[in-house]
């Protein structure tokens, strides 16, 4: 073999030992990217999810806020409103919204653990519908008689859902995913909010799809009108 031969075939062995070296750097750095990928992804899904369950939770305690700050402590025949009963077990006074309690993750410990504490009150009338509440003749607030409830109930879905009542019945749903929910008058409250008003607790959670447990509360002290 001539020298000159001998150094082509130098030549060729040390790009094959390069070729190898550029292929196993492009396979490790392809997986590093394909698991970054995998990681973004994920982080995204949790994000998204964990933001609409944020939207969702905050969109439901402004409708409950809204309604409850037109109500007022009241007492018709005997019975007070706002009326709070737990774990769906209303008094034989407000029977038309005893239901199931609902399902529950929580376990002991957890801050969203326990009973719901449910809410039935009144609204001011508007018989016209002029978005008005309608007043006497002595000028004194006339209350429409249905009586509206924020309770929680399963779904055949599982799910839990945060619904609005008119005589315990006419399911609207504000809210999904809901844990938890306790209202509280002061008197239920231990006297820690003020009187004629009511204090609003929301617990969430849900799984993104990546089956992660993502959790977010809320809550809010309204005053009743007086």
Do not use: C
Not at 201 to 209: E, G, I, P, Q, V
């Amino acid at each position: 073999m001539t020298p000159r031969q001998i150094k082509r075939s130098s030549k060729a062995g040390l790009t094959l030992i390069e070729m190898t070296l550029g292929v196993t750097l492009m396979v490790i750095v392809s997986g590093t990217l394909v698991m970054v990928m995998e990681s973004l992804e994920s982080m995204t899904s949790v994000n998204e999810t964990q933001a609409n369950l944020q939207t969702m939770a905050d969109d439901a305690l402004f409708d409950m806020v809204a309604d409850l700050r037109r109500s007022s402590n009241l007492e018709f025949g005997g019975v007070a409103f706002p009326y709070v009963f737990d774990g769906g077990e209303a008094d034989a006074a407000f029977a038309d919204h005893s239901h199931a309690a609902a399902g529950g993750e929580a376990a002991d410990g957890d801050a969203d653990a326990g009973p719901d504490r449910e809410v039935v009150f009144l609204l001011p009338a508007d018989v016209d519908s002029d978005g008005r509440p309608d007043v006497d003749g002595n000028g004194n607030l006339e209350w429409d008689m249905r009586e509206v409830s924020f309770t929680v109930r399963t779904g055949e879905d599982g799910v839990n859902r945060l619904e609005r009542r008119i005589d315990g019945a006419n399911p609207i749903t504000i809210g999904r995913y809901v844990e938890r929910l306790v209202v509280d008058t002061s008197e239920s409250s231990g006297f820690v909010i003020p009187l004629d008003s009511v204090r609003i607790r929301l617990f969430f959670r849900r799984l993104d799809r990546d089956g992660k447990l993502l959790r977010y509360s809320n809550e809010a002290v309204v005053a009743l009108r007086n």
